[in-house]
């Protein structure tokens, strides 16, 4: 798999770099978009919440405790859904670059991988800025958002490749994702926190591998108690997609180029 990556690194390049120019040309501020919209995430999550709604965590004794638990899920959330949105329209929005040429389909993947990255990186920087600027304490447990952060990434990727097989023959599938994603959305301990729910709820929602990833990313800066073994859950069922996502892409493979 490392191999091809490094035999093409110059078409990873090149794609990487089309993908983070084609979001900001014409733009006058350009590049500094990749900051402006975590920078007015974090304030509006700041003070919005903890300043004039007076939101509080139930058993974290800080002003802005609320305001860390929804940076803690959003970080998470947005790198495995930037993952999602950007790889299932993969193989339809480089059509002629795969007509055109001969190379290892996941390659293009590997750029969405790495902008998204990017991004995560950044807001994770700025939100432990934050943390630092108001006192917020921080704990050691901020050590275990990375392999956290590991397992998003693979389901991630796997979600994105599978739905990208799928949405060459099913155009409806982008729409679909996207209804769908609301959706869990609101069924995953983000906003609120999942303590408020009563247990059987709680004990419905954690069948979600979204709910392990979550929580734990929470709990990371937080402070509270990690569990690196409920992470096994939603890594089984990355592998599973994984496994459904490769055998789809070889049995389709012929008329997937036909399609795009």
Known sequence: MFAPILRYR??????????????????????????????????????IFSQIMRARMPGVDHQYAYS????AGLIAWNLLLELVQRSKGVFLEHSNLIKKSSFPKFILFVPV????????????????????????????????????????????????????????????????????????FWATPIVYPVGILAEPVQAVLAWSPLYPLIVNAQNSLLGQAVSLQQLLYPFSVSLLVLALAIVLYRRSYADLLDQI
């Open 10 to 47: 110059g078409l990873i390049y090149a794609v990487t770099l089309r993908e983070v120019k084609s979001r900001y040309i014409g733009s006058t501020l350009g590049p500094l978009w990749l900051i402006v919209p975590p920078i007015f995430m974090v304030f509006i999550y700041t003070v």
């Open 68 to 71: 860390v638990y929804l940076c």
């Open 113 to 184: 991988l790495l902008v998204a990255l990017l991004n995560s990186v950044i807001l994770t920087l700025l939100v432990l800025g934050f943390m630092y600027l108001s006192g917020f304490p921080m704990p050691p447990s901020i050590a275990y958002l990375a392999p956290v952060l590991m397992v998003v990434v693979m389901l991630g990727l796997v979600t994105g490749a599978l739905l990208a097989n799928l949405n060459v023959f099913f155009r409806d599938v982008g729409q679909l994702t996207d209804i769908v994603f609301q959706a869990l």
